[in-house]
Every structure is written in C-alpha cells, then in structure tokens.
C-alpha cells in the first residue's frame, strides 16, 4: 500500500516534463502508459489496503480479548489484601472499559505506526534518490514536529492518566451504589449519591475537556507544521528551476511527496487523542497484570484425605499493613476432631483467625501448624482443599443451584450433589423448586431466602468433604426457625470433622467441646458453657448481650 502510494507523484512529474518537452506535440501513447502504470498502482494498493484493513480489525479485536484474559488471569491471582484495599469497581473499570480502549485503538496503531514508518522511510529514501537537496529541504521541518509533539504529549499523557483514574473512581461508586441500593434507598441517601455521582461527573468531565484540548491541539499544530514544510519545498525548488538544476516535473513530484512525507505525522496526529487515551488505560491494565500474584512458598504437599485435623496456632501475632495488632500473641490447640468455638465481641479478631488459617494473610509473628507442619510450608491449594469456610455473607454465582453445589468439585456427579443437598437439609426445598437442581440463579436473586442461600453454601461444603469446617456466623443474618435448620444440617456436616466455630449466637456454640472467648486479638478465657459463665466475667457479659443471664444453660 505504502509503495503504490509513491508511484503516482512520480508519474505526475514524468507526465509534466513529457507535455513540458513536447513542444506542443503531446506524445498521447506515452502519457496513456504513465497512466495505466498508475492505475495498476492503484488497485494494487487498493487491494493492499483492503487486507491492511481485515488485518487491523483482527488485531484489534484479539488484542482486545488477549489483554482482558490476561487482565482476568491476573486480577484473580492477587492477593486478598490487595482485593481488600481496591473496590471492586475499579477493577471492573479495567477489565471492561480500559481494556476495550487500549485493545482496540493499539490494535489499529501498530499497523498505522508501522505503515507511517514505512511510509516515512521509503518516501524519504526515493525523495533523495530523485534529488537529494530537496530531499533535505523537505527535511527541515522534522525537528520542529518532533519538538512540538513532544511538548504536547507530555502534558496531554498526564491528562488522560487523571481522566482514566476519575473513570475508575466513577465505576466503582456506581457499582457500590447499585450494589447496596437497598441500603442506599432505606436510609433516603438517593440524594445524596445523585451529588456524589455529580460532583464525580463533572470532574471526568473537566479532565476529559482538558485532556481533549490538549490532545487536539496535535493535528493543527502538525498541519501548520507540514505546510510551512510544503512552502519550503516550493520556495527551494522554484529557485533550482530557476538556476537549471532541476525541472518542473520534478518540482510539481516533491511537492507531492513533501505533502505525503508529512501525511503519516498527521494521520498519527489525527489519532493522538484516541492513542493518548488507549496508552493511559493500557498503562492502568499493565500495571495490575505487572503485581505480583499471591506469594505461596509452600513445597510440602499435603493429601487433603489423609489429613487429620489437629491444629496448634502458636505465638500468632497480626496486623492490617501499618495499624495496631489485631491478634496478640494467640496460641490454641484444636485436637483432631474436635469442636472449637470462638466468640468475642465485634472487632476482636475472630474473622481474621479464619483468615490466617486459610492464608489469605500470613502473620508477621508466630505460626500456625496443621498435623505439626507449618502451613507456610504447605502449598495453598492444597491447605484450601483441607478446609470448608461457611461465611455469613454467602456467594452464590451464575449457573443453576446443582452448579452452585459443586462450585468446589467441578466434577461431581448428580448423585453426590443430591447427597450434599441432603446432608445439609436443602434438598427438600429444591425439589419443591419448578426446575429442581437445575433452577438457575445469580448473585442478585431473590427467589431464595437468606436461609436458603446458607443451607446451599453448607452442602458446598458438605459436597467438599473437608476434614477441617470453618463456620463464620453462619446463622447469624435468619430468624429462629431457620437457624434451627441450619444447626440440625451443621451438626451432621461436623461429624468425624475438626471444626471451628464463630458465632454471636452462643446458642449456636453452647455445645462445643470448648470455648475461646477473644477480646482484642487476645485470649481472655477457655472452657465450656458451664465452666465459662462460672469463672469468666467477659464470657457472662457476652451471654447477658444475647438474653441470657449468668445463670442459664444457654444463650440465645
């Protein structure tokens, strides 16, 4: 395409100096060849660009799909302290808008970036064959393009990192918005979210009509770049004719050429906004796929059957990047096959023992052991595969309620799915569902309760068969009835299974064979129901928030 594009200047010149030299005799065969050798030029690079443009879609969108793999890839092999400090918007705004930005304009850039080189070169390269000092002449506007594009990009770069960073800033509060409108609506905070969004619009907004300008000010400046270039070319080559050291032919060619060796600086320049504002969002997507993935130093495997259950946290101290302690010296042992329950008043570090058993975080002090062997020491997979976390918040996903089941253990059979279902006391209500196990559902779906949604997440755990069970207020978001339920199904689930149990509803731990009472990352008291409300005053307090006074066998 870029060497058809040369041939027709040079014809034109050809032609001028045959009429020129003709002495009114127009040699009409002549001039009719020049122009079907321009014609053939013609489709030839009419061909060439028609494949230049199937190429340039296909680039685009594989670019596109490639970058948001690898995006994805990235993103969920990060650490949960890095999920925990970023919302979830912002990495949405990555994954759909900046991929899409800089998948699709890099995809069309590189072509036109090598076309425009080429170009460049091989007009160039023929200009100084024709005549070398026109060729310079044509030449002496380079450094100024070069400085003035320079000086804009600078500052337009800068622009459209501050633009991609508001967008991001602005997805993430709509999708924290959509998310909780419940919580949005209850409390007749539509307002003032409608002012948040507002002020976040017109801050896009300000940074999108500055990066605008600025980036648009690169196709004017170019143009008035290549038309004092074309004025040289014309100026010099005039005064040449007029000293017999070239002809008019060639003349008429390099102004020609002089405005297609400036054409692939303007058809960039034409693209700078849109390229700026790929190279800001490429630069964001980079920058998550270059974070390191979660560290697992882990190199003794661990079979998840033949575990046995017993862990021993020693000396285990931990905080949240700078912040104080949130555990203190913790040391506890759970006997394989035992039922521990943690209790303490909100804050004081239960959830995020579950954490470091699960090494979603590793402690800046102490250790835990698993069957005596530390689990820093074991691969992550292989330590998650041993243990079930049932959460008070439950997640279920796209897909149909058997899929939801065996999230877990993709390739368990119906039967085993049905099996879990039963376990965990939800197979009743499912069958009674229009579909059964093939009932579809999503994060947002209402169809099912609260309590529903916890039996599911329970036989996803049954359907695990861990040998440890990790319960985080699992009853503590349903009514009595429901929690009954959910603690005849967990009974069963525990069975034969080191279990750890948090809860707020001590009725839920009265019958563990012993009880942790935390309070600020630190253990005040160990025991059972009965020892407890004797001995230990926090414990009392804990029971007379949940109903019971010191004196009852339970606390509900």
Request: proline content about 4%; some cysteine; hydrophobic content about 45%.
């Amino acid at each position: 395409m870029t060497a058809a594009g040369l041939v027709w200047p040079w014809i034109l010149g050809q032609a001028t100096n045959v009429i020129v030299d003709s002495g009114g005799a127009v040699p009409w065969g002549r001039l009719a060849a020049l122009l079907l050798g321009g014609l053939a030029a013609s489709a030839l690079g009419a061909a060439a660009q028609a494949l230049n443009g199937l190429a340039t879609v296909r680039l685009s969108v594989g670019s596109v799909k490639d970058m948001r793999r690898a995006l994805f890839a990235a993103v969920v092999r990060l650490p949960v302290a890095r999920h925990d400090g970023t919302r979830h918007g912002e990495f949405m705004s990555r994954l759909a808008n900046d991929t899409a930005s800089a998948g699709e304009t890099l995809g069309q850039g590189i072509l036109q970036f090598i076309a425009s080189c080429l170009s460049l070169a091989m007009t160039l390269a023929f200009m100084l064959w024709l005549n070398w000092r026109l060729a310079l002449v044509s030449c002496a506007t380079v450094p100024l393009a070069y400085a003035a594009g320079r000086a804009i990009a600078r500052v337009s770069r800068r622009l459209y990192r501050a633009r991609q960073a508001a967008i991001g800033e602005i997805n993430a509060m709509a999708e924290e918005m959509i998310s909780g409108q419940h919580t949005v609506q209850a409390f007749c905070r539509e307002p003032a979210a409608e002012d948040a969004f507002a002020r976040l619009s017109d801050r896009v907004r300000a940074l999108a009509l500055r990066a605008d300008v600025v980036g648009g000010a690169m196709g004017p400046v170019m143009n008035a770049v290549g038309n004092l270039g074309y004025l040289l070319v014309a100026a010099a080559g005039g005064w040449l004719v007029l000293l017999g050291r070239a002809d008019v032919g060639l003349v008429i060619a390099f102004l020609l050429y002089a405005r297609q060796f400036g054409r692939p600086v303007n058809e960039l320049a034409s693209q700078f906004t849109q390229i700026q504002s790929a190279i800001a969002g490429a630069e964001r997507v980079f920058r998550t796929m270059d974070e390191p993935p979660e560290e697992d130093a882990g190199r003794i495997p661990l079979d998840p059957a033949a575990v046995r259950g017993e862990i021993r946290f020693e000396g285990v101290r931990f905080r949240y990047g700078d912040g104080p302690d949130v555990i203190r010296g913790f040391s506890l042992d759970i006997p394989a096959g035992s039922r521990v329950a943690i209790v303490g008043e909100t804050g004081s570090g239960k959830t995020t023992l579950i954490s470091l058993l699960a090494r979603f975080y590793d402690p800046q002090e102490g250790r835990i052991l698993l069957d005596g062997v530390d689990i820093r020491d074991i691969p992550k997979p292989d330590l998650r595969r041993a243990i079930a976390i049932v959460l008070q918040d439950v997640r279920l996903f796209g897909g149909t309620i058997a899929e939801n089941i065996a999230f877990g253990c993709a390739d368990a059979t119906p039967e085993r799915i049905e099996a879990a279902a039963r376990l965990a006391g939800a197979d009743g209500f499912v069958r009674r569902l229009p579909r059964g196990y093939d009932t579809p559902i999503d994060q947002t779906d209402t169809a099912l309760s609260q309590g529903q949604c916890q039996l599911l997440s329970i036989a996803r755990a049954a359907l695990a068969d861990p040998r440890i069970l990790v319960l985080d207020e699992a009853t503590s978001s349903v009514d009595t009835r429901t929690e009954l339920r959910i603690q005849e199904a967990m009974a069963r689930l525990l069975r034969g299974r080191t279990s750890i149990v948090i809860a707020h509803r001590l009725s839920t731990v009265r019958d563990a064979d012993r009880i942790v009472v935390l309070d600020r990352g630190e253990i005040v008291g160990s025991g059972t129901h009965e020892e407890l409300l004797r001995s230990n005053a926090p414990y009392r307090r804990l029971c007379g928030a949940a109903g019971a006074g010191p004196g009852a066998s339970g606390g509900s």
